[in-house]
């Protein structure tokens, strides 16, 4: 039976219907079948949110434990040996620093929890703080030490590797959003990761394959 749309200005729409059944008998069976979806997807739509608040709190519990590595562990263990000097475990970084074209350090997030350690334990509220607009991504973080403002070849840099380092690495320009730390704020209840900020503006990077070559070469070598 083909009818028209009334929710699509009117376009045909081809409804198949049993032939064993009248008109009045196929449509009490379609409004049968649609109370029956709509019932559906009601309860899949509450179990999807339970799944999802039930997600985020498992997330937020995980965040909340120490980052421990491997050699940190085996130290509280019964007989291991006592550290003497300096030495001691090496503390895994929630970040991988790489270094731009004037030296100075970019620090990228590995992801999820990571990233809020970045942007809330190891960045100071001056320094430069960089995403991907309108996508998933890494947080990226320029330490900015003295009042100088930063040099324009380390912004191009750190918003390279915000872009590259995001959902949209395959594009080959990316609009990249950048502020100060001290503008960043996680949403109560939001999972790892998840921010929002204020006081932020938009530069719209073009991807280099040379400049994105040159850093990830000067990557640092650590990678715990």
């Given amino acids: 039976m083909t009818v028209s749309d009334d929710f699509e200005d009117g376009a045909p729409l081809t409804i198949p219907v049993d032939p064993a059944l009248d008109v009045r008998g196929n449509a009490v069976r379609k409004y049968k079948q649609h109370k029956r979806l709509t019932a559906g997807r009601r309860h899949v739509d509450a179990r999807l949110a ?61 992801g999820g929890a990571d990233n809020d350690a970045l942007t809330f334990r190891h960045a100071r509220g001056n320094d430069l703080w960089l995403h991907c607009r309108d996508a998933p991504g890494a947080h990226v973080v320029v330490p900015l030490r003295s009042s100088a403002p ?64 040159r850093l990830l070469a000067r990557a640092s070598v650590e990678d715990a």
């Avoid at 509280?76 to 970084?93: F, N």
């Avoid at 040099?151 to 502020?179: C, G, M, N, P």
């Avoid at 100060?180 to 999972?191: D, I, L, Q, S, T």
């Fill in 50 to 110: 339970a799944t999802r608040a039930a997600l985020a709190a498992a997330e937020a519990r995980l965040y909340a434990l120490p980052s421990l590595t491997l050699d940190a562990v085996r130290a509280t263990l019964p007989g291991a040996p006592v550290a003497r000097g300096r030495a001691r475990a090496a503390e895994r970084l929630p970040y991988r620093e790489y270094q731009s074209a004037t030296g100075d350090a970019i620090w990228v997030g590995r």
């Fill in 150 to 213: 930063v040099r324009e070849e380390t912004f191009l840099d750190a918003a390279t590797l915000a872009a590259h380092f995001s959902k949209l690495a395959d594009e080959e320009q990316v609009d990249v959003l950048y502020t100060n730390a001290k503008h960043v704020r996680r949403p109560r209840g939001a999972p790892p990761g998840r921010v929002f900020c204020a006081d932020a503006r938009t530069a719209r990077v073009r991807m280099e394959p040379a400049r994105l070559q």
